[in-house]
T-cell receptor, first 116, second 112 residues
Framework: KAGVTQTPRYLIKTRGQQVTLSCSPI?????VSWYQQTPGQGLQFLFE???????NKGNFPGRFSGRQFSNSRSEMNVSTLELGDSALYLCASSLTVESTGRETQYFGPGTRLLVL | DAKTTQPPSMDCAEGRAANLPCNHS???????VYWYRQIHSQGPQYIIH???NNETNEMASLIITEDRKSSTLILPHATLRDTAVYYCIVRALYNQGGKLIFGQGTELSVKP
């Protein structure tokens, strides 16, 4: 099975612009989570989508948003970019085997965003 | 905040076992212990998880103490490719969604 894929892998934007990142989960996985990783703050949870609905949300400003499509693919959007948004953005998918409660997350390679 | 405490760094000789400790003294009865690792600039890689029994897979072994307040990840024969940051995470499965709370992890350096 193919792993989690993220596009683009690298991106350079300027302050004030907006950006959209894409994530394709492992086939059959219905949950997609997004994380931001910076040297100062480490890995931080942004939000999670399951069956096109946001199920969980981290402590990030409203400039960060996301959505999930019926095929489980997900996008996240950051509007009015700030220098501090420069980070590695990671997507993770999980199967959510509800009968057993096992929900191992598998991560993609990430999108590295640089804001100038 | 992360519910785990790990040493910031460790060294291990190539071919020897790497034993990475993790303290999770406030773990709840429905929380699992998960281990991930992140090789430089790549996405975190799932290693293993467990509830209260010891677990083993092709990558590693997880030893959880009887009181569940600490655990040890064991890489039986460390190689240079095991150099990475290792994260220990505790999380409940039901009704918690997909949120993983990462701490600072342990930076493992495997040396020849």
């Amino acid at each position: 099975k193919a792993g989690v894929t993220q596009t683009p892998r690298y991106l350079i934007k300027t302050r004030g612009q907006q950006v959209t990142l894409s994530c394709s989960p492992i086939s059959g996985h219905r949950s997609v989570s997004w994380y931001q990783q910076t040297p100062g703050q480490g890995l931080q949870f942004l939000f999670e989508y399951f069956s096109e609905t946001q199920r969980n949300k981290g402590n990030f400003p409203g400039r960060f948003s996301g959505r999930q499509f019926s095929n489980s693919r997900s996008e996240m959007n950051v509007s009015t970019l700030e220098l501090g948004d420069s980070a590695l953005y990671l997507c993770a998918s999980s199967l959510t085997v509800e009968s057993t409660g096992r929900e191992t997350q598998y991560f993609g390679p990430g999108t590295r965003l640089l804001v100038l | 905040d992360a519910k785990t405490t790990q040493p910031p760094s460790m060294d291990c000789a190539e071919g020897r076992a790497a034993n990475l400790p993790c303290n999770h003294s406030t773990i709840s009865g429905n929380e699992y212990v998960y281990w991930y690792r992140q090789i430089h600039s790549q996405g975190p890689q799932y290693i293993i998880h467990g509830l209260k029994n010891n677990e083993t897979n092709e990558m590693a072994s997880l030893i959880i103490t009887e009181d569940r307040k600490s655990s040890t990840l064991i890489l039986p024969h460390a190689t240079l490719r095991d150099t990475a940051v290792y994260y220990c995470i505790v999380r409940a499965l039901y009704n918690q969604g997909g949120k993983l709370i990462f701490g600072q992890g342990t930076e493992l350096s495997v040396k020849p």
